[in-house]
């Protein structure tokens, strides 16, 4: 089974508005990283935040790790209508591939 | 940044023919690359994990014999689907990691999107 579960699975929002996804995994992991994929496209590496991390900044993207619960979140804020696209989190647990979630598929409204 | 060619982008063929979708790290060597399936609005199944120089190794439920990984250098690797049928029709998204060691993000192609007729 999937390790990572995203919250929720659909958003829609108005632009200018933050959007925040969740992302809850099962066993411990070495780190955990969030993708975006434009419709037909591949993946594009957002950011990676190391087990020993909390919180971790790029530019509009804000991504926070609780390994207590096990859990993670990714913030956009402002948004924009650029913003639409699915949004995967996947766990590195050192030596096995990648294990993504289901992914959000978030939509922002002009 | 760290760039993954996929090529083709796009394929539409007769149902019987075999496919080769290539997937090539551009700036970066990887020794491991990874080839993934994806249905519309799912996510990314994990198909095989690819070795340079070394067997591909499958996940459960991958037909080895029908989608041939070769992964010749270590800039290289590619999925042949054989005899493909319908069935096949898919996205096949191939990824690698910089050898570089862990806590390294994977790179992604664009995918390759297959419909067999």
């Known amino acids: 089974s999937q390790q990572g579960e995203e919250d929720p699975q659909a958003l829609s929002i108005q632009e200018g508005e933050n959007a925040t996804m969740n992302c809850s995994y099962k066993?411990?992991?070495?780190?955990l990283q969030w993708y975006r994929q434009n419709s037909g496209r591949g993946l594009v590496h957002l950011i990676l935040?190391?087990?020993?991390?909390r919180e971790k900044h790029s530019g509009r993207l804000r991504v926070t790790l609780d390994t207590s619960k096990k859990s993670s979140s990714l913030l956009i804020t402002a948004s924009r209508a650029a913003d639409t696209a699915s949004y995967f989190c996947?766990?590195?647990?050192?030596?096995?591939?990648?294990?993504f979630g289901k992914g959000t598929r978030l939509s922002v409204i002009a | 940044g760290a760039v993954v060619s996929q090529h083709p982008s796009w394929v539409i063929c007769k149902s019987g023919t075999s496919v080769k979708i290539e997937c090539r790290s551009l700036?970066?060597?990887?020794?491991?690359m990874f080839w993934y399936r994806q249905f519309p609005k799912q996510s990314l199944m994990l198909m095989a994990t690819?070795?340079?120089?070394?067997?591909?190794?499958?996940e459960q439920g991958v037909e080895k014999d029908k989608f041939l990984i070769n992964h010749a250098s270590l800039t290289l690797s590619t999925l042949t689907v054989t005899s493909a049928h319908p069935e096949d029709s898919s996205f096949y998204i191939c990824?690698?990691?910089?050898?570089?060691?862990?806590?390294?993000?994977?790179?992604f192609g664009d995918g390759t999107r297959l419909s067999i007729l």
């Open positions: 935040i190391r087990s020993n991390e």
């Open positions: 990824s690698a990691r910089n050898a570089g060691g862990h806590n390294q993000p994977q790179h």
């Open positions: 700036d970066f060597q990887a020794t491991t």
């Open positions: 066993t411990s992991i070495n780190n």
């Open positions: 690819s070795n340079e120089g070394s067997k591909a190794t499958y």
């Open positions: 996947a766990t590195d647990l050192g030596i096995t591939p990648l294990v």
